[in-house]
């Protein structure tokens, strides 16, 4: 089987938010047509899969605009944001008042 990148590279329209556009739709569509495909060989998935990449391709518009979230796309909907992780905008700030308070000028040092 040719691998997705490949084909959506050769219609010249291939980006990252399209491979895995199709990526979610063909998942979609084997979630909603093979219930049990946990239980299928791997000989039979290689055979489905190939079948429903190929269908969708088809049927895919490479014009259209990607309706879909960032989240969805990436595989993070179910994630739940962590209260550990600080965002980007303090850790701008920590990193801002660390090399304003350091006693060392950490820009000079030489890295190994």
Not at 16 to 34: A, D, M, S
Not at 87 to 111: A, G, T
């Amino acid at each position: 089987m040719i691998p997705l990148k490949f084909i959506l590279l050769s219609q010249k329209r291939g980006s990252q938010c399209i491979i895995r556009n199709i990526k979610r739709l063909v998942q979609k569509q084997i979630k909603k047509e093979h219930p049990d495909w946990k239980l299928l060989s791997k000989k039979e998935k290689r055979e489905v899969s190939q079948q429903i990449v190929k269908a969708v391709i088809d049927q895919y518009d490479f014009k259209q605009e990607i309706d879909a979230p960032l989240e969805e796309l990436t595989g993070i909907e179910s994630q739940m944001p962590n209260d550990d992780i600080i965002p980007l905008s303090e850790l701008d700030v920590l990193i801002d008042d660390f090399h304003k308070n350091s006693m060392i000028d950490v820009q000079k040092i030489k890295r190994l």
